[in-house]
């Protein structure tokens, strides 16, 4: 039995860049749709946010010259590439999906609704959602984290490349320690960055409990879903 019956799955786009240091790496594209697949098959209701930043960040843009409403524009742009890569990976491994978008570009993606979202869920598609939250100065971690709420997620599970939350950066400061779970108000009074500020708030305000655990193992989403405590767990 899964440990959850519906989840929204926060990828990173960093992560898709895997060794090639940008754009999207087909090999860790393709680990990813295994492991969605397995968890797919296990009867989990999927929902899919995944991030720009291997292709555009608009925050980074806009201190580089570019207006930030459009950085932002460019950015969700950013994060449309990347769901339809998933998306044709997903077609690959055989696991029937759905590109919905936040703002209209059809023939691309369906234009998101909440309805629609959960329809195509319980029909056994995995949806992918793109665009962000539509609105600009707003990043894909509030994106993921209103998409979670709007579909009644149980859980959102957020794939980075670490494997929980520390009390600082691991790949820093070797001294970091893990915490086995976290309450969120004690992620905000340390100032961790699990999330935006945002979108952390968002999560606790909707009691949407957030599972931290290191997607770039290969079989790390499976074992999260079977139950294994292989990362960090923010709850109120």
Same mark, same amino acid.
């Given at each position: 039995?899964?440990?959850? *019956?519906?989840?929204?799955?926060?990828?990173?786009?960093?992560?898709?860049?895997? *060794?090639?240091? $940008?754009?999207?790496?087909?090999?860790?594209?393709?680990?990813?749709?295994?492991?969605?697949?397995?968890?797919?098959?296990?009867?989990?209701?999927? /929902?899919?946010? =995944? /991030?720009?930043?291997?292709?555009?960040?608009? &925050?980074?843009?806009?201190?580089?010259?570019?207006?930030?409403?459009?950085?932002?524009?460019?950015? @969700?742009?950013?994060?449309?590439?990347?769901?339809?890569?998933?998306?044709?990976?997903?077609? #690959?491994?055989?696991? *029937?999906?759905?590109? &919905?978008?936040?703002?209209?570009?059809?023939?691309?993606?369906?234009?998101?609704?909440?309805?629609? #979202?959960?329809?195509?869920?319980?029909?056994?598609?995995?949806?992918?959602?793109? #665009?962000?939250?539509?609105?600009?100065?707003?990043?894909?971690?509030?994106?993921?984290?209103?998409?979670?709420?709007?579909?009644?997620?149980?859980?959102?599970?957020?794939?980075?490349?670490?494997?929980?939350?520390?009390?600082?950066?691991?790949?820093?400061?070797?001294?970091?320690? *893990?915490? $086995?779970? =976290?309450?969120?108000?004690?992620?905000?009074?340390?100032?961790?960055?699990?999330?935006?500020?945002?979108?952390?708030?968002?999560?606790?305000?909707? $009691?949407?409990?957030?599972?931290?655990?290191? @997607?770039?193992?290969?079989?790390?989403?499976?074992?999260?879903?079977?139950?294994?405590? =292989?990362?960090?767990?923010?709850?109120?």
């Amino acid at each position: 039995m899964a440990r959850f *019956k519906r989840i929204l799955l926060k990828l990173s786009g960093e992560s898709l860049m895997g *060794k090639q240091g $940008h754009g999207i790496d087909p090999e860790r594209l393709a680990e990813y749709a295994e492991q969605i697949k397995e968890v797919h098959e296990m009867g989990v209701q999927i /929902g899919i946010v =995944i /991030g720009g930043g291997n292709i555009f960040r608009g &925050l980074s843009g806009s201190q580089k010259g570019f207006d930030r409403v459009k950085g932002d524009q460019m950015g @969700m742009c950013a994060t449309v590439i990347n769901s339809l890569a998933l998306s044709s990976a997903l077609d #690959a491994v055989g696991v *029937k999906n759905k590109v &919905l978008t936040a703002i209209r570009m059809e023939p691309i993606g369906e234009f998101y609704t909440k309805w629609r #979202a959960i329809e195509a869920m319980e029909q056994g598609l995995v949806c992918i959602f793109s #665009a962000g939250t539509g609105s600009p100065y707003f990043t894909t971690d509030t994106g993921s984290s209103l998409r979670g709420v709007e579909i009644e997620a149980d859980v959102m599970l957020k794939g980075t490349r670490v494997d929980g939350i520390y009390t600082a950066d691991p790949e820093k400061d070797p001294t970091a320690t *893990k915490f $086995h779970d =976290i309450t969120y108000e004690e992620v905000l009074a340390r100032n961790l960055k699990v999330m935006d500020l945002s979108a952390v708030v968002m999560c606790n305000d909707n $009691h949407l409990p957030i599972y931290v655990f290191n @997607m770039d193992v290969v079989g790390n989403l499976k074992k999260v879903m079977e139950g294994e405590e =292989i990362g960090t767990l923010v709850h109120s």
